[in-house]
């Protein structure tokens, strides 16, 4: 009851520090590439333009992941940037469960001149319109 009251009177502050909440979380969103939709993620693979790589842990990714995808764990994308040398003139989408871990992954291959893009909804959105995984290892 007393946080009411708090914001019946700090409305402005709230105000304010709701605005920069949301400010925080455009920027840092906007850090890791831009968001690309499912058909033109599939537009783009189909068309040799892009590559996919999925940010989630190697177990996640076995379970079910987009064919053709590449398997590099945002833990560990620093490490293993190098693999991705040969896609360099290709735009490097990247995936996750809904897009949580895949800022930090895109601020970090824009910093070594990669091309990124992030895929809208992640896997929850491409399984959710209803599109084939394959599971195991490699795609």
Known sequence: MDIFVFVSEQWVLVSLLLALIYLFAWTERTKGGKSIGVSQLVALMNSDEAVLVDVRPVGEFQAGHIHG?????HTKIASRISELEKCRSKTIVLTDNMGQHVGGAGR???KEGYNVR???GGMTEWQGQSLPV??????
């Open 108 to 110: 970090a291959l824009s």
């Open 69 to 73: 995808a590449i398997n590099i764990p």
């Open 134 to 139: 394959v599971q195991g290892l490699k795609s």
């Open 118 to 120: 992030r895929l809208s």
